[in-house]
């Protein structure tokens, strides 16, 4: 079954300290990956999609078909980082707008 | 641009009753998608259209419906609703249905079935 798994519910660090927001997928085929983010009292907004393999807000993400994983990581963490991740899957020829999610990382960064 | 706009923002209803949720893309957009958020839980994809026809359907039963318009808005429509229909209904558009073609959210329809 197609299935993108975000083993940790919240994540909380300090400012300053390096973030990983963990990301497995399940896929038959070849997959594209993605990172979505949601800060507080705004809409769903891409953050980052593994074709790019590029750094966004100091965020980068490693597809890693091996393992079957796509891990969002910073390696210092901000207080306006706090928001809540998604990471997702596509498939159907790679269609943004079919899109398979995983449940979310809640991201606390402490002052 | 005033993005994607979705209507009503919050809608409680009846078991039973039906609905109808509004969705305008972005300028220019001629592809729309529904998701359903359930408290907790990331979006489930529901279906795509793509120039008024329907390009990608997700595991939803047949009391969900969608159509696209002409001028690429669409409607969602759930028949007899159940309890477990409340949830947060977010509509997406995108410029086409490429791999290119990135996709933005609306805000999204409470909807409460009690």
């Known amino acids: 079954a197609q299935r993108v798994t975000q083993p940790e519910k919240l994540l909380s660090v300090f400012k300053g300290a390096p973030v990983e927001l963990k990301c497995n997928y399940s896929?038959?085929?070849?997959?594209?990956l993605f990172w979505y983010v949601q800060y507080s009292r705004q809409r769903l907004q891409l953050l980052l999609r593994h074709i790019s393999r590029e750094s966004i807000k100091g965020f980068t993400a490693d597809l890693n078909k091996g393992e079957t994983s796509f891990h969002l990581k910073k390696p210092f963490a901000q207080e306006e980082d706090s928001a809540m991740y998604y990471c997702a899957l596509s498939h159907y020829g790679g269609s943004q707008g079919n899109l398979i999610f995983g449940k979310g990382t809640k991201l606390s960064v402490k002052p | 641009d005033a993005g994607v706009t979705q209507s009503p923002t919050h809608l409680i209803k009846t078991r039973g009753q039906q609905v109808t949720l509004r969705c305008s893309p972005i300028?220019?957009?001629?592809?729309v998608s529904w998701y359903q958020q359930v408290l907790g839980q990331g979006p489930q994809f529901i279906f795509q259209y793509y120039e008024k026809e329907e390009r990608g359907r997700g595991n939803f039963p047949d009391r969900f419906s969608a159509r696209q318009f002409p001028n690429y808005s669409s409607e969602l429509n759930v028949n007899a609703l159940l309890l477990g229909d409340s949830a947060l209904y977010l509509c997406?558009?995108?410029?086409?249905?490429?791999?290119?073609?990135?996709?933005?959210f609306g805000e999204g329809s409470w909807l409460t079935v009690v």
């Open positions: 300028s220019g957009h001629k592809s």
């Open positions: 997406a558009s995108s410029g086409g249905t490429a791999s290119g073609n990135t996709i933005y």
């Open positions: 896929y038959s085929g070849s997959p594209e």
